[in-house]
């Protein structure tokens, strides 16, 4: 079955310093994975490469059966890739509902959800709708920067740190969010420093090091790997 995300060989540089190296990772349809890893060990990294946002790259990168390396963001966007940056991108001028429309909707792909679709998983936003983007809190500014993306008709999503600094409430309402997701069929590859978010929500996990996976295992070997974790992350 081809993977929703296929990651072989993968070497990335901002300017002269070489971020990623060989990078191997692989994600099926519908699987939700998760990058752990310290601060700069190169996560981020590994999301913007697959989007095309960093400097030069070699390797693959197949979304779907695609190889994607030699695209431009535009091109790769349009396999059906939505990506969540850690600083969201909220347009303070627009109002909520002006910020979720300005995407395009992909040519070709999957229908996005609709606007009560996104209202109905996220009511604080149609409370919100004719609000300024930056009179949002900050939990809002997350869900609306997510909800974005699903009316796009993107399956892949690349959430960058998406619990960062919120309020529990609003966390607890996030995890829902991505377990409802996942229920829909979608895939999702999340960075994440809160591992206590990230440790129930994920099928899989990848520990990141200098650039380079060190571990990789399933939810069901949480447990055990624990150790490693503790060593490895501090959590």
Same mark, same amino acid.
């Given at each position: ?13 901002y300017g002269?310093?070489?971020i990623?190296h !060989? /990078? +191997?990772l692989r994600?099926e349809k ?6 752990l890893?310290r +601060?700069?060990?190169?996560? &981020?990294?590994t999301l913007?490469?697959i ?5 030069a790259?070699t390797?693959?990168?197949?979304v779907n059966?695609?190889? %994607?390396?030699?695209? @431009?963001t535009h091109?790769i ?5 939505g990506?969540?940056p850690e ?5 303070s001028?627009?109002?909520t509902?002006e !910020? ?6 992909? *040519? $070709?792909?999957?229908a996005?959800m609709?606007v009560a679709?996104?209202y109905?998983m ?11 983007g930056?009179?949002? %809190? $900050?939990?809002e500014?997350q869900m ?5 993306i699903?009316? &796009?008709g ?5 959430l960058?740190e998406i619990?960062?600094g919120l *309020? @529990?409430?609003i966390?607890? $309402?996030? *995890?829902?969010?991505i &377990?409802?997701?996942k229920?829909k069929?979608?895939t999702?590859?999340m960075?994440?420093q !809160?591992?206590?978010?990230a440790a @129930? ?5 990848y520990v /990141?090091e200098?650039g380079q996976? /060190?571990e990789?295992? *399933?939810?069901s070997?949480l447990?055990?790997?624990?150790p ?7 959590v």
């Amino acid at each position: 079955m081809t993977a929703a995300l296929e990651i072989s060989h993968l070497q990335a540089w901002y300017g002269e310093s070489h971020i990623l190296h !060989n /990078v +191997n990772l692989r994600v099926e349809k519908g699987e939700v994975v998760t990058l752990l890893g310290r +601060n700069g060990a190169g996560r &981020t990294t590994t999301l913007r490469a697959i989007m095309g946002l960093t400097g030069a790259r070699t390797g693959s990168i197949k979304v779907n059966g695609v190889e %994607s390396i030699g695209m @431009p963001t535009h091109k790769i966007a349009h396999l059906g890739i939505g990506y969540c940056p850690e600083e969201r991108g909220i347009f303070s001028s627009l109002s909520t509902e002006e !910020n979720l429309m300005l995407p395009p909707q992909l *040519a $070709g792909g999957d229908a996005g959800m609709s606007v009560a679709e996104i209202y109905e998983m996220f009511p604080n936003l149609l409370e919100r709708k004719n609000s300024q983007g930056t009179r949002l %809190s $900050g939990g809002e500014q997350q869900m609306l920067a997510v909800a974005r993306i699903l009316r &796009t008709g993107a399956r892949l999503l690349l959430l960058d740190e998406i619990s960062e600094g919120l *309020a @529990p409430v609003i966390v607890q $309402g996030l *995890a829902r969010m991505i &377990t409802t997701l996942k229920a829909k069929g979608y895939t999702i590859v999340m960075v994440e420093q !809160n591992f206590r978010f990230a440790a @129930p929500l994920a099928d899989r996990f990848y520990v /990141v090091e200098h650039g380079q996976i /060190v571990e990789t295992f *399933a939810s069901s070997e949480l447990s055990a790997k624990m150790p490693i974790l503790t060593e490895l992350l501090g959590v």
